[in-house]
């Protein structure tokens, strides 16, 4: 099973600066047949489903500010919001769908 | 627009069984997987299983396996989560998604979630 682990677990950042989430992957969730990583982010509120925000590392979700960016490859990817927003304030959490069973990291809660 | 929506909130005793539905819109049902994904209360995303697209076989997570069944009707474009045996352990909210292990898209599409709390 692919195991992922997220850090911190929790990060508190000023309005306008940078934050960074990293997750690291016990196996590759590179897929040939396709050359993607099957690696997603995702950002949950309170009482909210979780929102995909970022798929295959770094492929924004339609929709999705351009202040999100995913980079990475291999077995560690990261989370980048380049300029917090307060309404960038939630849980996020990365996904592997490459394999089963899929696996969520831990979760990381970003305050302000 | 692709849109799934779940069944309401449940209060079941210990040792009783639950059915979560999941309906589908806005896309072709037999296309995708469904895939069902718990979060107890203050933790984190945990992924339990699914239902392949087309074939709808079931893939579900060991710790599930004896108490389990996922199905689809693809008359009503609906999804089902059967668990049995409840326990106080089984309080959570239940979420479907589109998408599963393999499938390009992943989990791309969610439930609003429903609320499972198991009390005596």
């Known amino acids: 099973d692919i195991v992922l682990t997220q850090s911190p677990d929790s990060l508190a950042v000023s309005l306008g600066e940078r934050a960074t989430i990293n997750c690291q992957s016990s196996?590759?969730?590179?897929?040939?047949?396709?050359?993607?990583?099957?690696l997603a982010w995702f950002q949950q509120k309170p009482g909210q489903p979780p929102k995909l925000l970022i798929n295959?590392?770094?492929t924004r979700e339609f929709g999705v500010p351009e202040r999100f960016s995913g980079s990475g490859s291999g077995t560690h990817f990261t989370l980048t919001i380049s300029s917090l927003q307060a309404e960038d304030v939630a849980v996020y959490y990365c996904?592997?769908?490459?394999?089963?069973?899929?696996?969520f990291g831990q979760g990381t809660r970003l305050e302000i | 627009q692709a849109r799934l929506v779940q069944s309401g909130a449940e209060v079941k005793k210990p040792g009783a069984s639950v059915k979560v539905s999941c309906k589908a819109s806005?896309?072709?049902?037999?296309?995708?997987?469904l895939s069902w994904v718990r979060q107890t209360p203050g933790q984190g995303l945990e992924w339990m299983g699914w239902?392949?697209?087309?074939?709808?076989?079931?893939t579900y997570v060991q710790k599930f396996q004896d108490r389990i069944t996922m199905t689809a009707d693809e008359s009503t474009s609906t999804a089902y989560l059967d668990l049995r045996g409840l326990t106080s352990d089984d309080t959570a909210v239940y979420f479907c998604?589109?998408?599963?292990?393999?499938?390009?898209?992943?989990?791309?599409?969610w439930g609003q979630g429903t609320a499972v709390n198991v009390s005596s």
């Open positions: 998604a589109r998408g599963g292990p393999g499938e390009i898209l992943g989990l791309d599409v």
């Open positions: 806005g896309y072709t049902f037999s296309s995708f997987g």
């Open positions: 239902i392949s697209d087309y074939t709808r076989i079931p």
């Open positions: 196996q590759s969730v590179f897929y040939r047949s396709d050359t993607k990583h099957y």
């Open positions: 295959w590392a770094y």
């Open positions: 996904h592997q769908y490459h394999s089963s069973p899929c696996s």
